[in-house]
């Protein structure tokens, strides 16, 4: 596993930071009773890439469904065939852009897409420097209106959650307030929270889990590995 540059927290530093940035006002964990099977699935180290990607697709619908639906609503009242119902609308797919933080993001784009093909697309490219070993800013492609839409940031893995708070910095550049961005991932830490919400306070997260930390190398824990090789099958 690869050496990192980020400093890892121990759980106790990490929860202190979770709370004072914040945490529990401004993250959203999914309780739907679908996802621990499908975590099962692709936790599981023996699972060979097929069954991961199928799992984790299932698991990224859901989420995808959950974010989309934590987007600001409206109240609104229709007529079923046989009476009324209260209901709710939330915005325009032209008022929306998923963004994704290649490449795993590229995945959890793709569900958002399956289930809303009608919002636009950026994408954002951040790797780390191989000589500050610190994520390095590639590549960003928005559409040209971002700055007036909300903005559903996509990456399953919430480690340190320096490449977060550089994609978000570059929406915020691209004009878009920071309360128009939701953060929306699978496996999150306490850690990666916090520092999302330590630069930018008026971010909100969606995510499936909220796992136990780091290790060394910076893999969350207990995690699911690499997610980007072991979805695109690359390990
Ligand atoms: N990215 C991953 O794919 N896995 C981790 O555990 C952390 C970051």
Request: aromatic content about 6%; glycine content about 8%; hydrophobic content about 45%.
């Amino acid at each position: 596993m690869p050496s990192t540059g980020a400093t890892i927290l121990s759980r106790e530093e990490a929860d202190a930071a979770y709370e004072r940035a914040g945490g529990p006002k401004q993250v959203s964990v999914l309780q739907c009773a679908c996802l621990r099977p499908l975590f099962t699935i692709i936790r599981d180290m023996t699972t060979p890439h097929p069954e991961f990607a199928r799992a984790a697709r299932r698991l990224m619908s859901v989420l995808a469904e959950e974010a989309i639906a934590a987007l600001p609503s409206m109240p609104k009242s229709i007529e079923t065939p046989c009476g009324p119902y209260e209901g709710v609308c939330g915005p325009a797919a032209s008022d929306v852009c998923a963004v994704s933080i290649v490449r795993a993001g590229d995945s959890l784009l793709e569900c958002v897409r399956t289930v809303w093909p009608e919002v636009s697309v950026g994408k954002i490219l951040i790797q780390r420097d191989e000589e500050t070993a610190l994520p390095k800013l590639f590549y960003s492609k928005m559409p040209p209106s971002i700055a007036s839409k909300y903005v559903l940031l996509v990456d399953p893995m919430l480690a340190t959650g320096g490449s977060a708070v550089m994609a978000i910095k570059c929406l915020v550049d691209a004009g878009v307030p920071a309360n128009k961005i939701l953060f929306v991932n699978v496996v999150a830490t306490k850690q990666g929270v916090a520092a999302i919400l330590e630069a930018y306070p008026e971010v909100k997260i969606v995510t499936a889990s909220m796992d136990e930390g780091l290790n060394e190398q910076a893999y969350i824990v207990p995690g699911l590995g690499d997610y980007g090789d072991r979805y695109f099958g690359t390990d």
